[in-house]
């Protein structure tokens, strides 16, 4: 497809449980960003990737969160030891310039923990 | 950082109505995109607009970068227009990240 792609689109995790989130980015797109969206609220930055370098991790809210893009296309954000405030929608975007431009965004994985 | 205030933050109209968003940002942009986000959470591009004005079909968008705000028209409001609007602003500099507003949730009714 020509959009972004997110699996899974719906996780269940029990509370302790490690989760991953996989994002593909339209291709050729050099920046990604995953954002994390609670109910009710507006989309919230966690990292930003420019091809394989993450720039800017200021927004994963603990050590728990972890992301990575290693060949500089597919990204995958890490959770370990998942908590119930960690239930949300993770966003992931793209965009095919290193700096200011249009950003794309896939459908979201859901994750709720119980 | 950057400040985004969207408003009113909820609005109710009949279908045919027109209605305009308003996003007031705190600081200067290089970036500002209008998104729709419909009920299955996707966000779907609007406007890529930091500034001037666009149109598409029946809506467009206007951004007045200097006095720092950004206005979305909506005419003639259909039941699919129902959803959530947001703004969101990148400031020059560090990652380009875009900050988003808390959004305008739209209801339009038959």
Do not use: M
Not at chain 1, 90 to 102: F, H, I, M, N, P
């Amino acid at each position: 497809g020509a959009g972004v792609s997110q699996s899974p689109r719906y996780k269940v995790a029990k509370r302790g449980q490690d989760v991953a989130l996989r994002c593909d980015p339209i291709s050729g797109h050099v920046s990604l960003f995953w954002y994390q969206q609670a109910l009710g609220q507006g989309p919230e930055f966690l990292t930003y990737f420019q091809n394989e370098a993450q720039l800017d991790k200021s927004g994963l809210p603990s050590d728990r969160f972890f992301a990575e893009r290693p060949e500089g296309s597919v990204s995958t954000l890490k959770i370990q030891r998942t908590q119930q405030e960690d239930s949300a929608v993770y966003l992931c975007a793209s965009r095919d310039t290193s700096y200011t431009g249009e950003l794309f965004f896939g459908e979201g994985s859901r994750l709720t923990v119980l | 950082g950057i400040q985004v205030e969207q408003s009113p933050p909820d609005l109710i109209l009949q279908e045919g109505a027109n209605s305009t968003l308003r996003c007031n940002f705190s600081d200067s942009v290089n970036n500002l995109q209008w998104f729709h986000q419909n009920p299955w959470g996707q966000l779907i591009n609007l406007f890529y607009i930091p500034s001037g004005t666009k149109q598409n079909g029946r809506l467009s968008a206007t951004t007045v970068a200097t006095e720092r705000y950004s206005l979305l028209y909506i005419s003639s409001s259909q039941t699919t227009d129902s959803g959530v609007y947001f703004c969101a602003v990148g400031t020059q500099g560090g990652s380009e990240k875009l900050v988003f507003g808390k959004g305008t949730k739209l209801t339009v009714n038959p």
